[in-house]
């Protein structure tokens, strides 16, 4: 190695920091291969660990046994296998009967769409687009904004269709325009970007998609902006799963409305300024729409009911939990708890929502 030259006025900078340092730490002046511990440092801590340990092994027996072997009290394996066994038994039965309920469902619900006018004959729930892992089907929505993406294609093409099912507003036809991620500068005000905003020559519709995002708050000061840098009258939705909806009262309180009839409303005052409302909506509401265009509608793009077909789909298996038909006949074919990655007991939500909801969506006598 290379010496390196060190003159005397280095060695007084080193001096004064080797000073500062020693004060501290005492224990680097000890000798070079020991440091000796005050002998009593340790005094009357044995009496504080030992009221801890007999604290402990008074509410868990497990810590006295052998280290390799647990051995349970025989007591408490008597009959608690038969009193299982009976509860699965019981369960399972109940379980597989509301599956064939919801088989018979959806097969009542692809007899629909294949004598309706629709341009697809099968039910969007025919097709298994939940099951592989991390599978979303023919396309890519592993974010919030990949499901905005998909929303405003919708908005933007098809004439306004699903904007005129979906949304009571004064505004009609195609509108001028449809972005996503429109910046709004917040001035002294925290810049925002609102995921749609759906522009009219008089206004317009502005949009928050959320799936699990935990900021609920900032809606309505996008919405706020929203109003600051475009004139006109405006509807704000934010779109949010049903099971936020306990997130959505903790955050708003009383500025939250939920009236019988229409959707919630979120009355607030951002930055101080004047009241904004905003409504509350639900991806159940934006696949139900869906499902009525495109049985009903035979007039629409081919292009635009292909995709509203694969976002509906999406909707219902990836944000609802529902389950689709190939996963029903599978648990129809095990009789054991989990068979391969399909569980009785947890592999979807709720059987009786899934029914009254393809019932809703899906009447026999619709088309007569």
Known sequence: ??????????????????????????????????????????????TSIDDWWTSYVSTDRLALVDDLEITPDDRSQNNSWDDLDDWWQTYSEARQKDVKELLATLDLANETWAAGPSQFDSDPLSADWQTAKGSTGPIQLSREE????????????????????????????????????????????TTRYEDILINYLDGGISIEVKIGDTNLQKTVETAALVERHYSGDWTHILLLPAYQHPQLRDTFGEELTEPAAGPPIIAATPFGNREIEVQVRNWQEISTALRAILQHNDKLPPHWVASAYVVCTLIEQRILGFAPKPMLKRMLATDDIIHNDVSLATSFGDIDSEISYLQATTKETQYE
Not at 10 to 22: L, T
Not at 170 to 182: D, F, K, R, Y
């Open 1 to 46: 190695m290379k010496g390196m030259e060190v003159t005397n006025c280095e060695w007084a900078k080193v001096d004064g920091w080797w000073k500062s340092h020693i004060d501290p730490d005492q224990s680097i002046l000890t000798d070079a291969d020991s440091i000796v511990l005050d002998a009593g440092w340790f005094d009357g801590q044995w």
């Open 146 to 189: 990949d499901w905005s993406y998909g929303l405003a294609e919708l908005f933007r093409s098809g004439s306004g269709v699903l904007i005129d099912e979906l949304i009571d507003i004064a505004h009609e036809g195609t509108p001028e325009s449809v972005e996503t991620e429109a910046h709004l500068p917040g001035g002294s005000e």
